[in-house]
């Protein structure tokens, strides 16, 4: 019986061997995030090719009107029938004439949803979704995912709410007082629309659940608890006594879908409290996983963790890629996820099985009071990495003799040279890659004609270190660390340009005003409505300096059982020298291709320019970058994302730059390509933001008429 068996299951998989073979996908479209629907951010476009790329012109440009300081555009445009649908720094909709730039139409959500849920945060893309005449746009505006009109531009009554639905809502917990933003365009299967959502990095966060929506009525269909509950697989990975107080385990990066097999593989970022776990003792899952979940009813196929009990901040950062590849003379329809860390995960796409193999490898373990850090994390032996996976001592900066020696004077007593070195609770540690990757919310591309892999990474350290919980009588002190600290600092100066100091804050705002900012966010600060009254008035007479009044008793009112961390990391800083220099030898930013059926790298280039530097003959430096690249048929590879406000073109067989053009604003997006009236278009966001100059336009680039 057990040979007959063995021999049933062979023939089953041979015959499903022998149909593996992926459907077709069509390269032209441009309606996901992550351009076709495998999410390769390839086209197969090839009007613009190596010869005739220097010859782009600005086609049209669109300009939103409504940026602000520190305001960006992180979206990936979509175009779908002739409209190009994308988002504008204070997130209205658009859709736009995709040959002209004409506006077709514009939706300001605010104006439906008020001003008090005035800001959203980040928007990276929309969702379109059509059956017959009916055709919709959906989005997420904070804590509201909304259905729109494709053609119109008008609100879809039918849809939960009058055209929204509170996300908020439907968690399956008891409280719904959450910081949530939809900032990561959902995915459809059918008439499903799966989705996730950026949430507090506190103890104060939602759990992460994955929901899917009927897009035609806005009903929760399912839901995938990436924070299991009692009974659920997985529970055995947390800490019972406190799993129901933890939140995280969330996807914000996106996800995609297998339409052809009815999956889509879910990316999660870390659990809460970030850098000190005391209270989820275990491996945490579905934190920091890839999960692979039946479409159709939110089932479990298969996940992988990358990250056991991440005391990091090591979110998996970007949709994955769906891919095929050859390796030992066999295809394989694969999943390949990129990582902050600069690692690639690499899995079949039915059975979660490594294409290569992955080792749990040792690692340093904490000595922080409380916390029980993993005994290993995974490494995968191949692709190589795509970027440097240490920072120790030949990689402190020596440009010039000052800028090294006030490196040094910072590293002292710090430890570095461990890529996996925990929070420390006495040293500051280097965390290297640092919080925002290695590879990051921009996404790789993959060119299924060649099965190469294109990532770009950040390639910069920062360094953190752990401060004991502040003291409980200075209540002010303790919602300001417990809310704003890990951003602003415990010290409260920020980490400018990108992040402001809040010193001398009442010199800019009275207290209604700073009240009406908590209330309200801007740019990429969040809205603090969540926060009771009582604490956002304390909160604010910490910041303002001012004294209680007299006879006015302060107090932390926490939700029930709201647990604070025993230790909170002491502020998102990098490690730069005071002209603002990062502290480890360039390039600092990396574009790097990878052949996915040996997993060996082809070329690794530099990508950006700091002219200065460039100057004083230190070229070529890479700059910081935040979006992600296209490839084409053509034989081009586009990318902005840089710092340094270009967009460019690469041959995407050498990586030699074949072309590059100044943007009125850094690119922190990834392009989008299409076509329309047989011309080809390359159209990129230029919202600027991350410590450049804010923008608001989309720029289309395209070969002379």
Not at 183 to 198: E, K
Not at 318 to 341: E, T, Y
Request: overall charge negative.
């Amino acid at each position: 019986m057990k040979a007959f068996l063995i021999v049933a299951y062979g023939l089953v998989f041979l015959f499903s061997a022998c149909q593996s073979k992926t459907p077709e996908i069509d390269y032209t479209d441009w309606s996901h995030y992550g351009g076709p629907e495998d999410a390769s951010r390839y086209s197969s476009l090839s009007q613009i090719t190596k010869e005739n790329v220097s010859q782009l012109e600005v086609a049209w440009t669109y300009n939103t009107g409504d940026a602000t300081e520190r305001s960006q555009i992180q979206c990936q445009p979509i175009v779908v029938n002739g409209l190009l649908y994308g988002s504008t720094p204070s997130l209205n909709i658009f859709a736009l004439n995709a040959a002209t730039g004409e506006e077709v139409w514009r939706f300001d959500p605010f104006e439906v949803l008020g001003g008090e849920n005035s800001w959203a945060g980040t928007n990276r893309g929309v969702s379109y979704w059509e059956d017959g005449d009916d055709k919709r746009i959906l989005f997420g505006a904070g804590n509201w995912l909304m259905a729109l009109d494709a053609k119109t531009g008008d609100p879809i009554p039918s849809f939960g709410d009058q055209g929204k639905v509170d996300l908020r809502k439907g968690l399956d917990t008891e409280r719904e007082d959450f910081l949530i933003v939809a900032n990561a365009p959902g995915v459809v299967y059918g008439d499903l629309l799966i989705i996730g959502m950026r949430l507090s990095e506190g103890l104060d966060a939602a759990p992460g659940h994955i929901r899917a929506y009927n897009i035609r009525t806005g009903k929760r269909e399912w839901i995938f608890h990436t924070i299991p509950q009692e009974g659920e697989a997985g529970y055995e990975t947390w800490d019972a006594d406190n799993i129901k107080q933890i939140g995280g385990a969330n996807n914000w990066a996106g996800m995609t879908v297998d339409q052809a097999r009815g999956i889509v593989f879910v990316p999660t970022g870390s659990a809460t409290y970030d850098f000190w776990g005391g209270y989820r003792k275990g491996d945490n899952l579905y934190a920091n996983s890839l999960i692979a979940l039946d479409a159709q009813t939110g089932e479990r196929i298969w996940h992988f963790q990358a990250v056991h009990h991440d005391i990091w901040d090591r979110d998996l950062p970007a949709n994955p890629n769906l891919i095929r590849i050859q390796k030992d003379g066999k295809w394989i329809d694969a999943v390949a996820q990129i990582s902050k860390q600069g690692m690639i995960y690499v899995f079949d796409r039915k059975t979660g099985e490594p294409v290569w193999p992955i080792i749990e490898t040792s690692v340093t373990q904490s000595l922080m009071p409380g916390e029980h850090s993993s005994p290993t994390q995974p490494i995968p032996t191949f692709p190589e990495p795509f970027m440097n996976m240490v920072f120790d001592e030949n990689s402190i900066l020596n440009l010039r003799s000052d800028w090294e020696a006030d490196i040094r004077s910072q590293l002292e007593g710090a430890i570095y040279g461990d890529t996996w070195a925990p929070p420390h609770p006495e040293k500051p540690i280097v965390l290297f890659p640092g919080m925002d990757g290695g590879g990051e919310w921009g996404g790789a591309s993959f060119d299924p004609t060649t099965q190469t892999f294109y990532v770009n990474a950040n390639q910069i350290p920062w360094i953190i270190g752990m401060t004991p919980n502040a003291d409980f009588e200075n209540v002010g002190k303790s919602v300001y660390t417990n809310y704003c600290g890990n951003c602003h600092g415990l010290d409260r100066k920020g980490n400018p340009p990108t992040i402001p100091s809040l010193l001398g804050v009442e010199e800019k705002y009275t207290y209604d005003s700073l009240d009406l900012l908590l209330r309200k966010g801007r740019g990429a600060m969040p809205a603090f409505n969540h926060i009771s009254i009582e604490n956002r008035k304390v909160l604010l007479e910490y910041l303002l300096d001012k004294a209680p009044a007299e006879g006015d008793k302060q107090e932390m009112v926490g939700a029930p059982s709201q647990l604070f961390p025993r230790y909170y990391m002491d502020g998102y800083k990098k490690l730069v020298t005071k002209e603002g220099l990062y502290g480890s030898n360039p390039p600092w930013g990396l574009l790097t291709a990878i052949d996915m059926n040996t997993g060996k790298k082809k070329w690794q280039v530099p990508l950006g320019e700091i002219d200065s530097l460039s100057a004083q003959g230190f070229a070529p430096t890479g700059t910081e970058n935040y979006g992600g690249p296209v490839v084409t048929a053509g034989g081009v590879l586009f990318i902005a994302a840089t710092k340094d406000e270009k967009i460019r073109a690469f041959d995407k067989d050498t990586g030699e730059i074949l072309w590059e053009a100044k943007l009125p604003a850094s690119g922190h997006a990834t392009p989008a390509v299409y076509e329309m009236g047989g011309r080809q278009f390359l159209v990129i966001a230029c919202g600027g933001g991350k410590g450049t100059k804010s923008g608001d336009a989309y720029v289309a680039f395209a070969p002379p008429n």
